[in-house]
């Protein structure tokens, strides 16, 4: 008996078949492509305001399968605004049965060369929103996709709410599994990814499975989206974007479960790496709620690497706005001038509706160990910042004491992408020497200093400044009040205007460092400078004494530190008012060298620390060139030793050779004086021969010294020694045009 049923069975199936394949030849010989058309654009019309075209007839194919194909196909936006979606060539695979019904079930959906364009308005509304409604039930299409295919596509996105911001997808091609009220599938897009503003010119694929019912929300789970190429700006980045599972729908908040967030990019020296994670975030009405997420910066680089983490907790959201509890980072952090080691925390705050950032009290120690230091230092931190990305900008406050010195000021970020930065800052005090004592510890360089000075750090950074110090203590000079502007674009770092005082005189200059041929260039004025605790500080020695007046105007290019001393090249003048020169007493010396003087030998004579002779008014001009200072017109006034001649000064190891005429313009009283008569107004030749450890001064006769000579002529008035102009820069514009330092010297000012 069961076997007849079968044999009923296999009739019947038959018979359907039969019947089938009759409709389907009925179907294709009574298919009426146009008509069709017709009554499609007729319902776009009356029910979405929406104007279809066809420019041609539908048609019907029977092999592979039963599908019907369009011809080039342009659907309007609402009441007819322009074009919203266009395709070149489409073939829709139908149902048989429902067609010989009148009705469209489409089950198959493949589509070369469409055209979308999304506009969301000012208003907040979405340009296919009317679409996106269910089927009203007398349209003569319904949908339950087996496959959706794209190939060439493109897609533009306008969000007109959001200051007019826009993307575009070319390249398109996207391929779903089964589309319907209830379907599991997956889901495969590939595009060219294009944006301005910024810039955005990747390749992106994405890939998910979903799940979708009439009566839940639709779910994607093992969600990953890659991107490669120039993303923010920056050619060459790596996107990697997974989510565990995305929930989505009308009555229940959408829900992101195991966000996975990795990003790579170049930066000037090596890569920087983006992780970010959250176990969980759900996207409510109200905003967005998270327990905790974390987020890790790296900087890899050939000379340094970095690490930055932040962990949030509490993460609330309402509305647009979003707040965090406690933002909590570690950090360790590498650079030119040194590493910065700790942990800041702070709450956080976000302003969906204006696009603010609030960081409004980060706290916290930080450990500073400059390069090449004894010990770390520790800081502790008090700051805020606000970081606006409508406007692409960003600012804060900071205060920071470490040991006994007081940092406050001010920073900027004028442009967050690419970076520029700005801050105005002021220092009570400052000990460079306590932190760099370890550094001074170490034994001298001894020769040439071949290291590669390396000034590619200064590319890739965009730095308008502006750093006061009230005491500065560096290399064991006292400096106060130091005022230093600096400007640091396209790799050439400027400083224009800045000043200090020192020891009861001034400073002022320019400069700057250019990291291509490593060139660099300085141009400044000291005036009133009291020499002898200068150099005292400076090198431990006092040959000198007096107001010092000095000018100099240097340039050199070079690959090693060697090289950047050697070539030193330009002028320099100096001026010095009621100087002496200790280690030697001139009219002793020229006692004790009568004999010799007459008998036209050589004698040398160590410096005496007790000798001093008085200078008067000392006044000399040098011309640098690779490193050594010449000058030939070094001469003094108002001391009864007269002095002229010339010297040359060798800037890379600190050497001097002199050769002066030494006159004894003045008759000492007494005996000395009467045994000196036969010397007053004789020029004696001598020489100078002096190091960084000490002098000595050497009678070279020559070839003929006359017996007596009378006094020389006064000598002409002194070169003026011309004062830069110095021009403020200001910190917070990002990109400020260099200044260069002037070309001609100007006017002394008034002693």
């Known amino acids: 008996m069961r076997f007849k049923y079968l044999k009923y069975l296999a009739f019947a199936l038959g018979g359907l078949s039969t019947v089938v394949a009759s409709g389907a030849l009925y179907l294709h010989a009574s298919f009426d492509g146009a008509r069709l058309a017709a009554e499609l654009s007729s319902h776009t019309k009356q029910h979405y305001q929406r104007t279809l075209r066809f420019e041609g007839p539908l048609e019907l194919a029977m092999f592979p399968r039963l599908e019907l194909r369009l011809p080039p196909t342009s659907l309007s936006g609402r009441n007819g605004d322009g074009e919203f979606l266009g395709v070149e060539q489409a073939a829709i695979g139908v149902r048989l049965l429902p067609l010989l019904a009148q009705r469209v079930v489409v089950e198959r959906v493949q589509l070369d060369g469409l055209r979308l364009a999304l506009l969301r308005t000012k208003d907040g509304k979405l340009n296919a929103a009317d679409l996106l409604a269910p089927l009203h039930a007398d349209a003569p299409l319904d949908f339950d996709v087996d496959r959706l295919g794209v190939s060439r596509g493109a897609l533009t996105w306008i969000d007109e709410a959001n200051n007019g911001r826009s993307f575009a997808l070319s390249s398109l091609e996207l391929g779903t599994g089964r589309l319907a009220r209830s379907a599991d599938g997956q889901l495969e897009l590939a595009a060219r990814l294009s944006q301005a503003a910024p810039d955005i010119d990747a390749r992106v694929e994405l890939q998910t499975s979903y799940h979708i019912e009439p009566d839940a929300a639709p779910l994607a789970r093992k969600l990953q989206l890659t991107a490669t190429g120039e993303l923010a700006g920056r050619p060459g980045t790596e996107l990697e974007f997974a989510l565990a599972e995305l929930r989505l729908g009308s009555d229940t908040p959408p829900r992101l479960t195991g966000l996975d967030l990795r990003a790579r990019g170049k930066t000037a020296d090596g890569t920087i790496e983006l992780h970010t994670t959250a176990p969980e975030l759900v996207l409510t009405p109200g905003g967005a709620e998270a327990a905790s997420a974390e987020a890790s910066l790296r900087l890899n680089g050939k000379a340094r690497n970095s690490h930055l983490h932040a962990r949030l907790t509490g993460l609330h959201g309402q509305g647009k706005n979003l707040s ?287 000798e001093t002779t008085p200078l008067g008014e000392l006044t000399a001009s040098f011309q640098i060139t690779d490193g050594l200072a010449r000058s030939s017109d070094l001469m003094n006034q108002g001391s009864p030793i007269g002095l002229t001649g010339g010297a040359e000064f060798k800037l890379t190891t600190g050497q001097l050779d002199a050769i002066t005429r030494v006159s004894l313009l003045t008759l000492p009283a007494g005996a000395d004086g009467a045994l000196l008569a036969s010397l007053r107004g004789v020029a004696v030749p001598v020489r100078v021969k002096a190091t960084p450890a000490g002098a000595e001064w050497l009678l070279e006769p020559g070839t003929a010294i006359p017996a007596a000579v009378r006094p020389a002529t006064p000598p002409p008035a002194p070169k003026p020694i011309p004062k830069p102009v110095a021009k403020p820069v200001r910190p917070t514009p990002p990109k400020p045009a260099p200044v260069a330092p002037p070309a001609a010297p100007a006017p002394e000012a008034a002693e």
Do not use: C
């Open 324 to 610: 965090v509890d406690t933002l909590a980072t570690e950090l360790d952090w590498n650079a030119a001038a040194g590493r910065i080691k700790g942990k800041l925390d702070s709450p956080a705050r976000w302003q969906g509706d204006t696009r603010l950032l609030d960081v409004p009290g980060l706290t916290g120690e930080l450990d500073f160990t400059p390069t090449h230091a004894a010990a770390p230092v520790k800081i502790a931190v008090q700051a805020s910042g606000r970081v606006d990305f409508a406007r692409d900008s960003a600012t804060g406050k900071l205060d920071l004491r470490a040991d006994d010195t007081h940092i406050q000021g001010t920073w900027n970020l004028p442009r967050l992408s690419p970076p520029a930065l700005g801050f105005d800052v002021d220092v009570d005090r400052l000990d460079l020497d306590r932190y760099l004592a370890e550094a001074g510890k170490r034994p001298p360089k001894t020769g040439k200093d071949a290291t590669p000075l390396d000034l590619t750090a200064l590319k890739g950074h965009d730095i308008d400044a502006v750093l006061r110090i009230a005491s500065l203590r560096a290399g064991g000079l006292q400096l106060e009040q130091l005022r230093l502007p600096v400007s640091l674009h396209n790799g050439k770092l400027v400083s224009t205007g800045h000043s200090l005082a020192l020891y009861g005189g001034a400073l002022e200059g320019t400069f700057s460092l250019a990291a291509d041929g490593n060139a660099m260039s300085y141009r400044g004025y000291l005036q009133n400078a009291s020499l002898a605790p200068l150099m005292r500080a400076a090198t431990g020695a006092e040959p000198l004494t007096g107001n010092l007046n000095f000018f100099a105007e240097l340039s050199s290019t070079g690959a090693t530190p060697d090289a950047l001393r050697s070539g030193l090249k330009g002028l320099a003048r100096l001026r010095l008012k009621n100087g002496s020169l200790r280690g030697i007493d001139a009219t002793a010396a020229l006692k004790d060298w009568r004999s010799a003087i007459q008998a036209r030998q050589s004698v040398r004579r160590p410096s005496r620390p007790t």
